[in-house]
Nanobody, 124 residues
Framework: QVQLVESGGGLVQAGDSLRLSCTTS????????MGWFRQPPGKDPCFVAV????????RYADSVKGRFTISRNNAEGTVYLQMNNLKPEDTAVYYC?????????????????WGQGTQVTVSS
């Protein structure tokens, strides 16, 4: 398992952009596929995006496709989520997570390490 720390959340207006970061000092970072999930108020956590260990493959939830971009820098131990054209329905706590499942899993239970979360609030 790896320790993950998210940052970059905040309060923005609809149409604005934010970039979330998730960092670890673990030397095994590049062994993991990395995902972003979010939990809107009063709802269950849901999948946002996942990136393969070497960054060659990405998958997105339909709700964010074309607006969000996941990327990673293995040398820095960081995965990013660039969020553009934010909408009020994007309001949630965002979590990054690590998985050894290399099939682009969207399943929360496949992810073994989780960060503490960062709040994103989008006002209309």
């Amino acid at each position: 398992q790896v320790q993950l720390v998210e940052s970059g959340g905040g309060l923005v207006q609809a149409g604005d952009s934010l970039r979330l970061s998730c960092t670890t000092s673990a030397p095994t970072f590049s062994f993991y596929d990395m995902g972003w999930f979010r939990q809107p108020p009063g709802k269950d956590p849901c999948f946002v995006a996942v990136i393969s260990w070497n960054g060659s493959k990405t998958r997105y939830a339909d709700s964010v496709k074309g607006r969000f971009t996941i990327s990673r820098n293995n040398a820095e131990g960081t995965v990013y989520l660039q969020m553009n054209n934010l909408k009020p329905e994007d309001t949630a706590v965002y979590y990054c997570a690590a998985t050894t499942n290399s099939n682009g899993s969207r399943n929360l239970t496949d992810f073994v390490s989780w960060g503490q979360g960062t709040q994103v609030t989008v006002s209309s």
